[in-house]
């Protein structure tokens, strides 16, 4: 029985997609659009990208400070250990100092920082871990 209600339905919207061929391609285009877009967001969050992912300490020494001036500034650490990048952010983890931490740094000096998220470079995003803490 329900198996018929289900037929019905998927015939009822084929008939309404061949009665309305524009309206069944502008579905088809944007479902596509949805999905992808989706794939790519999931795909970034589940890699640990914009402070999602672990939270490790790490004791690094750094070696360079600067900032990456693109479409909107961060504070960037170079270190012995890797890059790691200090921004503010809303969620998942409140940092509302990040001027502060990034004055606490000096070149040469070594540190025990906090971090969250794992470095992610693609062809359409460049991000690096998070130092949300310094000590």
Sequence with gaps: ???KAIGKTLDAMYEWILDHPAAGILG??????????????LINYSNGVSG????YVNQVTVQRLYVDGGKSS???VG???????ISN???PVQIYNCDELYSKLEVGKTYLVKL???KV???FMQQYPYIIEIR
């Design 121 to 123: 470079t693609n062809w």
């Design 116 to 118: 969250k998220g794992n």
């Design 28 to 41: 088809m285009i944007s479902t596509t659009i949805v999905v992808l877009v989706g794939s790519v967001v």
């Design 1 to 3: 029985m329900i198996n």
């Design 52 to 55: 999602f992912g672990p939270e």
């Design 89 to 91: 952010f809303l969620y």
């Design 79 to 85: 270190t012995d250990k890797g890059v790691y990048e």
């Design 74 to 76: 961060h504070y960037m």
